[in-house]
């Protein structure tokens, strides 16, 4: 019935009167992302479960900004507007939803929803920009980060790795309007980290050394712009007459150990012609994680 409503208004009125007819004014006064989720349901429960949304309630920042005094600290925790390359400044309202819709989508210039496609979207105005398929959207908050992707000359965006294609579906799923509008890529609002597969990491003993090669991630393994996040390599020596040794490593962004793309890291092996086989366990911790990971384990037999 509403729709047969809806198909009678657009015919008799035209789409320019359709859109002032639907334009709900308070999606352009700064609206808190619930509001958001009226129509991008999916999209704000997705986002809901990511770091940017614990962004600025998260314990760790609260306790390291020395509860928000740290001035300088708080911008990309609570942006109020982001724009490719840009550091962004501080927003006024709603801190607490840390990294939000309005923030990354909202353009005070234009006063419209910026995003990846040519859409009609009668309640609020939208705008087609290219911009958000780049990695230069996130390049001013994870500034380390982008600066060690660009320097790989890998031309895989971080979208690709940490916005994946999810569904192809509706992008506004609100019933029944959802039908005037095609299917699109949907894309993860969840923002995961992702984990090195064992095959992003080379590993191979050569004179001596064991040698460990980020292959497969194009930016430092780990990284970080201000979190802490490490990766701990355990190493095994089993020898001939019985013994064992361990080798710990942790590396980290903070300690500036971290593995770098395509650029090995090398582990002496103490007394390597009595070793009879090396055992190689490898885990992450996030910055945010309580526990480690496995990545992979491994094994060289040398005799
Ligand atoms: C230029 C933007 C920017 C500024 C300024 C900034 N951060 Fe962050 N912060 C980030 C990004 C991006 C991350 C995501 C993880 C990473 O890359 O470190 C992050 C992550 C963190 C984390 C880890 C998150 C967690 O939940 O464990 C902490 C803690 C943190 N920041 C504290 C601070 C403190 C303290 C300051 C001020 C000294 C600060 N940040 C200033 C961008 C920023
Ligand atoms: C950190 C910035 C960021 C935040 C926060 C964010 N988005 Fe997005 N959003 C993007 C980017 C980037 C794309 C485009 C991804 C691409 O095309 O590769 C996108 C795409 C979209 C799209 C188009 C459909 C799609 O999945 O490509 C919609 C609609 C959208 N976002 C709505 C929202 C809503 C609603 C929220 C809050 C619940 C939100 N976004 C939070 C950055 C963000
Ligand atoms: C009353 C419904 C409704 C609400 C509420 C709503 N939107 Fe939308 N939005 C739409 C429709 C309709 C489209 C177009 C969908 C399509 O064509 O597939 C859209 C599209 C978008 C797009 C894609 C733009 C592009 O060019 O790629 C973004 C981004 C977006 N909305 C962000 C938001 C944000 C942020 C909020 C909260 C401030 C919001 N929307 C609230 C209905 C809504
Ligand atoms: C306004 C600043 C800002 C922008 C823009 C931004 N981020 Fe973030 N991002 C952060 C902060 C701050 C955190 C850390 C939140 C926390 O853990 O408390 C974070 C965390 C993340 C994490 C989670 C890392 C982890 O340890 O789990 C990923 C992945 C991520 N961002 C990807 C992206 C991508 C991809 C883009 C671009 C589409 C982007 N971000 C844009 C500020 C930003
Ligand atoms: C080819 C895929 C790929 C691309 C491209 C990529 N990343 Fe990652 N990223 C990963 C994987 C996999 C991890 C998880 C590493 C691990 O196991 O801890 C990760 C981890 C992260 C983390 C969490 C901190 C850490 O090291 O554990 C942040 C933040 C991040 N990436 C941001 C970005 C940003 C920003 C860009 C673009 C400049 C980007 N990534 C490009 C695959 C990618």
């Known amino acids: 019935m509403k729709i047969f409503l809806l198909l009678l ?14 334009l709900e004014e308070d999606l352009l006064q700064r609206p808190p992302s619930k509001r958001c989720g009226d129509c991008h349901a999916r999209i704000y429960e997705d986002w809901k479960k ?13 306790e390291e900004s020395e509860n928000y005094s740290k001035l300088k600290c708080l911008s990309c925790h609570a942006p109020h507007q982001v724009d490719p390359l840009k550091e962004p400044l501080l927003r006024v309202e709603r801190r607490h939803e ?13 006063k419209a929803m910026h995003g990846p496609y040519k859409v009609w979207s009668p309640p609020h105005p939208s705008k087609e920009d290219k911009n958000y398929t780049k990695s230069e959207m996130c390049a001013g908050c994870h500034q380390k980060t982008y600066k060690e992707w660009k ?3 890998v031309k895989t965006s971080c979208q690709q790795c940490h916005m994946k294609v999810v569904d ?37 003993f050569r004179d001596g050394k064991l040698s460990i090669v980020n292959v ?16 701990y390599i355990f190493v095994e020596i089993f020898y001939d007459d019985g013994k064992k040794r361990v080798i710990r490593k942790v590396l980290s962004a903070q300690a500036k150990t971290a593995l770098r ?3 090995p890291y090398f582990i002496k092996i103490p007394n390597h012609k009595k070793a009879k086989k090396i ?25």
């Open 261 to 263: 793309y395509l650029e």
């Open 279 to 303: 055992v190689i366990h490898i885990y992450r911790k996030l910055s945010w994680q309580k526990e480690k990971e496995i990545i992979l384990v491994d094994e060289v037999v040398l005799h």
């Open 216 to 231: 497969g991630i194009p930016h430092n393994l780990p990284t970080a712009d201000q979190g802490n996040p490490k990766l």
């Open 9 to 22: 208004l657009f015919l008799t009125l035209g789409c320019e009167k359709l859109n002032e007819l639907f």
């Open 168 to 204: 192809y579906t509706w992008i506004m799923d609100k019933f029944p309007f959802y039908f005037f509008h095609s299917r699109k890529a949907l894309h993860d609002h969840t923002f995961p980290a992702g984990k090195a597969k064992p095959k992003d990491l080379k590993i191979i």
């Open 50 to 62: 990511s770091r940017h949304f614990h962004a600025w309630v998260s314990e760790e920042f609260k």
């Open 151 to 153: 320097l790989t000359r």
């Open 98 to 110: 840390g990294v939000n819709c309005i923030a990354c989508h909202f353009k005070e210039e234009t």
